[in-house]
């Protein structure tokens, strides 16, 4: 855990497993992670808008979903709110078309695959790996250079992101700061609830 007061790190402290140490955190956060990347490509224009069809972007998901519904797309606003209807773990391919659970942006489902499909997208657009791009978006900005993609797990985007304990910290105090999104973006955007399920309020990357 890190504690921060007035943008400032007060407090590391680690408990139980020895890999939970200060020096090297194996968090679950590449969703929040993604989210700024891909806000900050709104922000640039390298995405025009987040209700646009990945598609566009990518032609890999160009009328990829299935038959039952060939009238709709999937776009970056469901993958970041769990809307899209991409499955969470299991088949994401069928036939050449994505195994979609539900017409996109009809329904609500955790989805670790959405993220996976992000971050192949993301990748696509700036020609650069989810690991460069993690370096160069979240880490650089804030001289955290402690974070690190872990491939071990499906794809990256949808699965760990590892830093030190101070660097998460920082990349925190960053995101409510206004480092990488303007807080237009943030509150508009990011913290807006887009859907909800039992857990709560759905932002983009954020509960």
Same mark, same amino acid.
């Given at each position: 855990?890190?504690?921060?007061?007035s943008?400032?790190?007060?407090l590391?402290?680690?408990?139980?497993?020895?890999?939970? =140490?200060?020096?090297d955190?194996?968090?679950?956060?590449?969703?929040?992670?993604t989210?700024?990347?891909?806000l900050?490509?709104?922000?640039?224009g390298?995405?025009l808008?987040? =209700? $646009? $069809? %990945?598609? %566009?972007?990518? +032609?890999?998901?160009?009328?990829?979903t299935?038959?039952?519904?060939? =009238? +709709?797309?999937?776009?970056f606003?469901?993958?970041?709110?769990?809307?899209?209807?991409?499955?969470?773990? +299991?088949?994401?391919w069928?036939?050449?078309?994505?195994?979609?659970?539900?017409?996109p942006?009809? =329904?609500?489902?955790?989805?670790?695959?959405?993220?996976?499909?992000?971050?192949?997208?993301?990748?696509?657009?700036?020609?650069?790996?989810?690991?460069?791009?993690?370096?160069?978006?979240?880490?650089?900005?804030?001289?955290?250079?402690?974070?690190?993609?872990?491939?071990?797990?499906?794809?990256a985007p949808?699965?760990?992101?590892?830093?030190?304990?101070?660097d998460?910290a920082r990349?925190?105090?960053?995101?409510?700061n206004?480092?990488?999104?303007?807080s237009?973006?943030l509150?508009?955007?990011?913290?807006?609830?887009?859907a909800?399920?039992?857990?709560?309020s759905?932002?983009?990357?954020?509960y």
């Amino acid at each position: 855990m890190a504690v921060v007061r007035s943008n400032e790190i007060v407090l590391t402290k680690s408990y139980g497993h020895d890999r939970l =140490d200060k020096t090297d955190v194996y968090a679950s956060v590449s969703k929040p992670v993604t989210a700024m990347i891909v806000l900050q490509f709104l922000q640039e224009g390298k995405i025009l808008s987040l =209700d $646009d $069809d %990945i598609g %566009i972007y990518h +032609s890999k998901y160009k009328n990829a979903t299935p038959k039952e519904y060939v =009238d +709709s797309c999937v776009t970056f606003r469901q993958l970041l709110s769990h809307t899209s209807g991409v499955p969470h773990q +299991s088949k994401l391919w069928s036939g050449g078309k994505l195994k979609l659970e539900f017409r996109p942006g009809t =329904d609500v489902k955790y989805s670790t695959h959405g993220y996976g499909v992000l971050g192949d997208v993301i990748e696509e657009i700036a020609g650069k790996s989810y690991r460069q791009l993690v370096r160069e978006y979240v880490g650089k900005p804030i001289n955290a250079n402690s974070f690190k993609v872990m491939h071990w797990f499906f794809d990256a985007p949808a699965g760990q992101v590892a830093s030190t304990i101070e660097d998460m910290a920082r990349f925190s105090i960053a995101v409510m700061n206004n480092k990488y999104i303007s807080s237009d973006f943030l509150c508009d955007e990011v913290l807006k609830e887009h859907a909800k399920d039992r857990h709560g309020s759905i932002g983009l990357g954020w509960y």
